[in-house]
């Protein structure tokens, strides 16, 4: 493992694999959520960006006291919540089923989905030397954008049938970085466990080096 990941590894596993965990439950209760209750899918969804969006927040604040870069944490924290907002407390608990969710709704989750997207494709080629990591990641921005030009090119679809496409979206992604967070803590492990017979082999060879 290189420097270079070690550290986005220390400051970055466990909110992966917590952010991976909420997602891929939202993406599951949104699969089997029955269609006709676009209420509950409204609600599933924003609380589950209100998580998202938890989690980034608690993660800024970490790297600001690490003294690390937290410039798109807090972007992508304060758009998650901007969502969660929008879709908890600004619709109308009277309104009609067909009503709930506005275009302009749909709009801002596509607009998220296009956004993540891109991102997590610009940090795999850029944040990974690892052949593996660097795919995975490029592949999961991909089939992110592939959806949200989905979800924007489906003005004949229905709100159930959008908000479907973003539990998919969920359900990627979240599998994405469950298994990202899992593995790269492992590797972590695994590099600690390395740094005592490390450091053994030096002083050995530099007792060897004084005789």
């Known amino acids: 493992m290189s420097n270079k990941k070690t550290k986005f590894v220390e400051s970055h596993w466990l909110t992966f694999a917590m952010k991976g965990a909420i997602s891929v439950v939202a993406g599951l209760c949104l699969m089997f959520a029955p269609k006709n209750d676009l209420s509950l899918m409204t609600q599933i969804v924003g609380w589950t960006m209100f998580g998202l969006a938890f989690i980034e927040i608690a993660n800024v604040l970490y790297r600001t006291r690490r003294s690390h870069n937290w410039g798109f944490p807090l972007i992508l924290g304060a758009i998650e919540l901007f969502i969660a907002v929008a879709l908890l407390y600004t619709i109308d608990p009277n309104a009609k089923s067909a009503d709930e969710l506005t275009w302009l709704r749909i ?3 596509s607009a ?30 991909m089939i992110g954008c592939i959806l949200a030009f989905m979800m924007f090119g489906g003005t004949n679809l229905g709100a159930a049938a959008h908000i479907a496409i973003f539990g998919s979206y969920l359900m990627v992604n979240g599998l994405t970085d469950l298994f990202f967070g899992v593995h790269s803590k492992e590797e972590l492990l695994a590099s600690y466990s390395r740094k005592p017979a490390a450091k053994k082999e030096t002083a050995k060879t530099t007792k060897k080096g004084k005789k």
């Open 107 to 109: 709009t801002y989750l």
């Open 112 to 141: 998220y989905v296009v956004f993540a997207s891109i991102v997590t494709i610009a940090m795999g080629f850029a944040s990974f030397d690892n052949v593996t990591d660097r795919f995975m990641w490029v592949v999961n921005g």
